[in-house]
């Protein structure tokens, strides 16, 4: 009947765009921008789940820190956990994957994105063979890369290829967050900020510095076990971090 036909009209999409106010302001797409929301369009097709850990970060603030004092590149968070993700990522081949529509694709390079804030939106220069690299090697890298991405200078090879995404938020006092999956990528890794909490260690109350992961997941590719045993092999060692620096 006509009252139906009204519900199903009802549920149509909106087929006109937005209108502008009078005092409004239009402002034009910048590339970086319409490839970035192209990208999250597509991200936002796939069932996405998320997991979050709480990492006790003394251990790799106080590495940091020492490597900081010995070595002439500085070496930042991010960079220990880029390469804390690619160590770990070799160890679980099935987070280094893609959907491929009828196929799972399993990548054969660990290449770490990591997110950059540019002033026309968001772009993810890439660390290939992340897991082959040292440190200071991808500290340099990191660096450069962040650098180039800031003063559009990046070539196209420089952020595709990626394979595994971080996206850290922890330097603009974000303590905890869910990022959105860069296609066609199967995960992504949202960190937030180091801050001192009251944690209970041997039934004491002691403070510590922590700091909150959170994996997002693609669960075509991936099931919630699969994703958490990676997540908690992470966690293992960012709080014993020597050895992804010898």
Not at 83 to 95: D, G, K
Not at 163 to 184: K, R
């Amino acid at each position: 009947g006509s009252a139906g036909g009204g519900t199903s009209q009802a549920a149509k999409p909106a087929a006109a765009a937005v209108v502008a106010a009078p005092d409004d302001e239009r402002i034009p797409l910048s590339a970086v921008r319409r490839i970035t929301a192209q990208r999250l369009t597509e991200s936002a097709a796939a069932p996405q789940f998320y997991l979050t850990s709480v990492v006790d970060a003394g251990a790799l603030l106080a590495l940091r820190a020492e490597l900081n004092q010995q070595l002439p590149a500085k070496i930042s968070v991010t960079d220990l956990l880029i390469r804390a993700c690619a160590v770990t990522l070799r160890s679980h081949p099935e987070v280094n994957s893609s959907w491929g529509g009828d196929h799972l694709i399993r990548r054969g390079h660990v290449n770490v994105g990591c997110a950059v804030a540019v002033d026309d939106g968001l772009i993810v220069p890439v660390i290939r063979d992340a897991d082959r690299k040292g440190i200071t090697e991808i500290a340099a890298e990191a660096h450069t890369l962040a650098e180039r991405a800031r003063a559009g200078k990046l070539t196209p090879d420089e952020f595709n290829g990626g394979t595994f995404t971080i996206s850290n938020l922890g330097m603009f006092g974000v303590d905890h967050f869910t990022a959105v999956i860069n296609p066609p990528e199967a995960a992504i890794l949202a960190v937030g900020a180091a801050q001192q909490e009251a944690v209970v260690r041997d039934g004491q109350i002691t403070a510590a510095m922590t700091m909150k992961l959170t994996l997002s997941s693609d669960h075509r590719v991936l099931d919630g076990a699969t994703a958490a045993a990676f997540v908690r092999d992470l966690v293992g060692v960012l709080e014993h971090p020597l050895r992804i620096v010898v």
